[in-house]
Structures are given as C-alpha cells and as structure tokens.
C-alpha cells in the first residue's frame, strides 16, 4: 500500500527555520517524482516545486524559487521541504503528493498535511 | 505559466441533482488537465485526470470531459458525500491549479 506521511504541525516564529518530513512507503521511492503543494488558511491549492528522489533533480515553481528547498534522503525513502527564515506569510498547511506518469505532475497519492504556523 | 480559472466559484444544488464544473486554461493543456477533490481537513483527492480519465476507485458518477482550453467535470447525480471543492490541474507546463469551485448543499 501507498502511504506518504508527513511530520507533525509546527509552531514557530518569524526568522527561525524549519524542515518538515514526507515519508514513503509501499512504492519504489526512487523512481517517482514528489511534489509539494501549499495551501493557506481558507485558500486554494499552488504548487510549489517536484523532486526526483533518484538525482534529486529539482523543478520549483517561480513563485517559490529561493524561499524554500527541497530535498531527499533515499535511505529513507523521505522527503524534505525546509526554511532558513520564516515569514508570517508561510503559514500554511503543506502537502507532499506523488507524481505517476511519464508527465510529470499527475498526484495520486498524497499526505495528510503539515501545518505550519509562524507568529511571533 | 498557464492560469486556470473554475466557474462558477460556488455552486448550490441538491443531492439527487447534477452539478457541471467548468475549468478554462489561458492556453492549450494538451489534455494534461486533473481534477482534485477536497473536503475540510482533509488531503486532496484525485478523481479524473488526462480529461476523461477515472482515477482508481472513482464513482462513474463522475466524468470529465472538454479539449483545448475548456474542460468539464461533471457530477451526474450527487450524493451527500460528493459537497466538496474542486480544483482543476494541468501540468502540461510544470502544474498550476484552478482557484477551485465549492460544491455546497442548498
């Protein structure tokens, strides 16, 4: 079976920094993309960037680029999203997903979420 | 970046009815063209994706159709579980969603 699960919700403050978990299993992890997807409060989904876990080639979105980074660790079959500054604006919830197919994109599975909230 | 814009944003009907979503792309997807459903505290879902595809374990209830720039998801009869927001997605050029339409119980 499937499953992507992602670390528990954080509380930080403007400036810290932060990396959250996306942990698979059941697939060979290697050979699918992962996406990351924010969603603020009330808000509708924006992708943020995919990973090839098996180079970890990375692809973001403009809108991302430089503000936060991805990364794998393919000993454990884990994805990475993380911050080196955090601004009240990153809170959100955060969502890992799958990418299937040979176009990269199509999410089939997905995790829960992790919120993130910054507030001083 | 392709921009997707979902009419109408919210949409009010009664279970037994059928709800038609619509999703525009500002240029052709070349049929690279999902759609997600997502209920309250909960993960997106895929339903449909490559237009007319059915995802796994997906209703029949559920179709999508359109080409080009304009795309449909119908629903053809709604059961009490399918109140949700929608969104569509291309990923023709990297991925963009729609803004999303919220399917609500009148």
């Known amino acids: 079976e499937v499953q992507l699960v992602q670390s528990g919700a954080e509380v930080k403050k403007p400036g810290e920094s932060l990396k959250i978990s996306c942990e698979t299993s059941?697939?060979?992890?290697?050979?699918?993309?992962i996406g990351w997807v924010r969603q603020m409060p009330g808000k509708g989904l924006e992708w943020m960037g995919f990973?090839?876990?098996?180079?970890?080639?990375?692809r973001y979105s403009p809108s991302f680029q430089g503000q936060v980074i991805m990364s794998v660790d393919k000993s454990r079959s884990t994805a990475f999203l993380q911050w080196s500054s955090l601004k009240a604006s990153d809170t959100a919830v955060y969502y890992c997903?799958?990418?299937?197919?040979?176009?990269?994109?199509?999410?089939?599975?997905w995790g829960q979420g992790t919120l993130v909230t910054v507030s001083s | 970046e392709i921009v997707l814009t979902q009419s109408p944003a919210t949409l009010s009907l009664s279970p037994g009815e059928r709800a038609t979503l619509s999703c525009r792309a500002s240029?052709?997807?070349?049929?690279?063209l999902a759609w997600y459903q997502q209920k309250p505290g909960q993960a997106p879902r895929l339903l449909v994706y490559?237009?007319?595809n059915r995802a796994t374990g997906i209703p029949a209830r559920f179709s999508g159709s359109g080409s080009g720039t304009d795309f449909t998801l119908t629903i053809s009869s709604l059961e009490p579980e399918d109140f949700a927001v929608y969104y569509c997605?291309?990923?023709?050029?990297?991925?963009?969603f729609g803004q999303g339409t919220k399917l609500e119980i009148k």
């Open positions: 990973i090839y876990p098996g180079d970890s080639d990375a």
């Open positions: 997903a799958r990418s299937r197919g040979e176009v990269v994109g199509l999410f089939d599975y």
């Open positions: 997605q291309q990923r023709r050029s990297w991925s963009t």
């Open positions: 490559d237009v007319s």
């Open positions: 240029q052709s997807v070349n049929n690279y």
């Open positions: 059941g697939y060979r992890f290697t050979t699918y993309w």
